[in-house]
C-alpha cells in the first residue's frame, strides 16, 4: 500500500510541477520556439551526453576497487539500463537493478557492494554539484533566501562525504562501534548486519586510497562539465547565446531537484526547475518551457536508447528485467552467502 502511495505522490508532484511551468505561457510562442530551433546543435549536445555517460561508466568501474577486472562492457550496460529503469519505472528502481545486473554480470562482485558505489557516487555528484553553484552563486541573481538554502545543502552534502570517509578509513573501529549496537540483536541477525556493513565499508573505502579517489573526483568534475556543454548547446538551437554560467546553474538546480519524488523520468519537475534556472538570465518564458522540452529529450533518451540496445545485445527481455527487479528485492533480504 505504501508503494503505491509513494507512486501516486510522484505522479501528483509531476502534474503539478508541469501545471507550473506551464501556466502563464502562450502554447503559440511555445510551438514558434520549437519550430525555429537549429536542432543541428542537438548533434554535439548529444554526444556530450554520451561522452559523459562513458565517463560515468569509467568512475562507477573505478569504485568497484580493489576488483579492477570488471569488464567495461558490463559496467556500461549496467548503468544504461538502470537509466533506462528509472525513465519507465516509478520509484527509482535502477539504482537497485543496476547493481542487481552488474552483481550478474561480474561475479566478482556482491550486490550490497555494488549498492555501496552507487551511494558513493550519489553523494559525489551532490557535492561536485554544489561546488558548481557556489562557484556561480556570486554570478547569478537568486532571491532572497536562496543562497542560504543551497549553503545548508553543501554542508549535508559534504558531511555525508566526509562520513563515508570515516567509515571507509576506520572499518575495524567501524566494526568495533557497530557491535555495541547489534550485540542485544540475535546472532544471525547481527552478522547478517556485518556482512552488510562489511560490503559497504568496501564502497566507502575507495575514497581513502589517494590513487583512486583522485581520478574518481577528477571524472566526477569533468563528466559534470560535460552535462552542462549539452545544455549550452541546446540554449544555442534555441539562439541563447548565453554565457557559459547559465548551462552549469541549469544543470546544477535540475540535479538537486532530484531529491523531490516525481514521476519516471523526472517529468514536470525537471521542466519547472529549468524554467526557474532560466529566469535570472532573463530568457522568455515560451522559450524557457521549449528549451525545457528539448533538454528533457536530449538528457534522458541517449542513455535510454543505450540501455535498451544493451539489453537487446545481451538478449534480456523487458519480462526477464523485472524479474531482476523482484530477485534484486530477494538478494537484500538474504543473508549473505547464500547462492542464488
Known sequence: MMKWLRILAGVLISALFLGLALRSVDPGGVWGALRTANYLWLAPAVAAIV?????????????????????????????????????????????????????????????????????????????????????????????????????????????????????????????????????RLPNRAGERLHDLIEHFLRGFAVLSVPRVAGPVVALSFVLWALAALAMWCVLFAFDLWLSPTAPFFVLALVSLSFVVPAAPGHVGVFHWTVVQALAPFNVNEDVAVSYAFVAHVVAFVPPMLLGAGYLWRAGISWHRLLDFRRAASDAERRPAGVAD
Open 51 to 183: 561522452l559523459s555517460i562513458m565517463l560515468r561508466a569509467v568512475r562507477w568501474r573505478l569504485l568497484f576497487y580493489p576488483d579492477t577486472g570488471l569488464r567495461y562492457s558490463s559496467v556500461f550496460g549496467s548503468l544504461n539500463v538502470g537509466y533506462l529503469v528509472n525513465d519507465l519505472l516509478p520509484l527509482r528502481l535502477g539504482e537497485i537493478v543496476r547493481a542487481y545486473l552488474i552483481s550478474q554480470q561480474e561475479r566478482s562482485v556482491s550486490m550490497p557492494h555494488a549498492v555501496s558505489t552507487v551511494a558513493v557516487e550519489r553523494v559525489l555528484d551532490m557535492v561536485v554539484t554544489l561546488a558548481y553553484l557556489a562557484l556561480l552563486l556570486p554570478f547569478v541573481d537568486l532571491p532572497a533566501g536562496a543562497a542560504t538554502k543551497v549553503e545548508l545543502v553543501a554542508v549535508l552534502a559534504v558531511a555525508a562525504l566526509l562520513f563515508m570517509l570515516v567509515l571507509g578509513a576506520m572499518p575495524e573501529r567501524t566494526h568495533q562501534f557497530a557491535r555495541i549496537v547489534t550485540s
